[in-house]
């Protein structure tokens, strides 16, 4: 696919993001390219500064453009936070904080990157929501200021093609592909381990979007299914409700094999496809 300007980059994006089936994801813009890292505690532990947050609420950072990342506070920059991500703000949640810095959680691969930034490069605010999916149990619960008010039965990665836990958050909310995604897709900061490049877009990226297929909407039924790529699929009127959750949001994605694989016609036929 040619590469796409800004806004063809974003919904280029949408469309493997939210499915991991169909071609057409574009690098993002241009600029130096962000090198995620694990954090190294400091050797000291420094005294906190003041940016505590109501219960049950996380900090989040707005990156003002692109900006150095470094792996401890105070430490050397060693790479650069992107101040997009496939066109949308980079709006990163905050897991640490020390005298002049945060800690944040990064968009890109691998998996569970972090980077202290300094605090002057951003604009904090909050977000009372958070995100749990279940793997075990096949479903995924809302929380806001700290409450479950919704829970969900989801379809979830099939074993050969499973979804990644761990710790992520939501780093965008777009409009879906086609009406088979539903109302909304949130792309979040997930990337599938079994699938690292797919079809030449140069990422394979985890979203919470709709059943795509009738088939799988009843394949989901109440109990939930193992039958995507690895995004995590939920009903149409259940993906409805999630519209006011903001990007930064947190996602815990809990480990824990599915009792069976249910695998779509759909499905079945995408992934024999070559």
Do not use: K
């Not at 190294?40 to 005294?47: D, E, F, N, V």
């Not at 949640?93 to 691969?109: H, N, S």
Request: contains cysteine; negative net charge.
């Amino acid at each position: 696919m040619r590469r796409p300007g800004v806004a063809a980059a974003a919904l280029a994006a949408v469309l493997v993001l939210a499915s991991l089936a169909v071609p057409g994801l574009a690098s993002p813009a241009a600029g130096p390219r962000p090198v995620s890292v694990v954090h190294r505690p400091p050797t000291a532990t420094p005294a906190m500064p003041s940016l505590g947050t109501a219960p049950g609420t996380t900090l989040v950072a707005t990156t003002h453009g692109a900006i150095p990342g470094s792996t401890e506070p105070g430490a050397p920059p060693s790479l650069v936070v992107p101040g997009s991500w496939y066109g949308y703000p980079s709006i990163l949640p905050v897991i640490a904080d020390a005298p002049g810095w945060v800690e944040v959680r990064l968009a890109q691969r691998p998996n569970g990157s972090v980077a202290w930034v300094p605090q002057s490069d951003v604009t904090l605010s909050s977000t009372p929501y958070a995100i749990v999916v279940n793997l075990a149990t096949e479903h995924m619960s809302v929380y806001l200021d700290g409450q479950q008010i919704l829970d969900f039965p989801a379809g979830i990665g099939a074993p050969s093609e499973p979804t990644p836990p761990g710790q992520y958050f939501v780093t965008m909310q777009a409009p879906p592909p086609n009406a088979g995604y539903g109302p909304l897709v949130l792309v979040t900061s997930d990337h599938s381990d079994a699938i690292a490049d797919w079809e030449g877009s140069g990422d394979a990226i985890i979203a919470i979007h709709g059943p795509i297929t009738t088939l799988d909407d009843q394949l989901i039924g109440t109990t939930g299914a193992a039958i995507s790529h690895g995004c995590i699929r939920l009903h149409n009127a259940d993906l409805a409700q999630l519209a006011n959750i903001p990007a930064g949001t947190p996602i815990d994605i809990i480990p824990g094999a599915p009792a069976t694989a249910s695998p779509s016609v759909e499905e079945a036929g995408l992934i024999l496809r070559p």
